[in-house]
Nanobody
């Protein structure tokens, strides 16, 4: 069984910063990519940032130069540093672990439970 545990969400003022963390635990041999998605009320879930095992990064255009994704491969943990935050960043943020190879030889995609991020004065 694999679990993703997220932390770091909360309320922040416009222009402020937050750091999200997501740790994957369980019967993991490897994880191809880890990333963050978000979903605002009435909107579809969208990719915010993704970091592959080989270091390839992908960012949503609206967060480039403000958000930074990083990863500790040894700990299967991914971080999202969010700076210069805007009200439109308000959403539930979900951690994703893509193509997780388990000790049973299975490959699955896993999601965290989500953490609320609210940007408001």
């Amino acid at each position: 069984q694999v679990q993703l545990v997220e932390s770091g969400g909360g309320l922040v003022q416009p222009g402020g910063s937050l750091r999200l963390s997501c740790a994957a635990s369980g019967s993991i041999l490897s994880v191809y990519a880890m990333g963050w998605y978000r979903q605002a009320p009435g909107k579809q879930r969208e990719l915010v940032a993704r970091l592959s095992h080989d270091g390839t990064t992908t960012y949503l255009d609206s967060v480039k130069d403000r958000f930074t994704i990083s990863r500790d491969n040894a700990k299967n943990t991914v971080y999202l540093q969010m700076n210069m935050m805007k009200p439109q960043d308000t959403a539930v943020y979900y951690c994703n672990a893509d193509r997780v190879l388990t000790t049973r030889g299975d490959v699955y995609n896993y999601w965290g439970q989500g953490t609320q991020v609210t940007v408001s004065s």
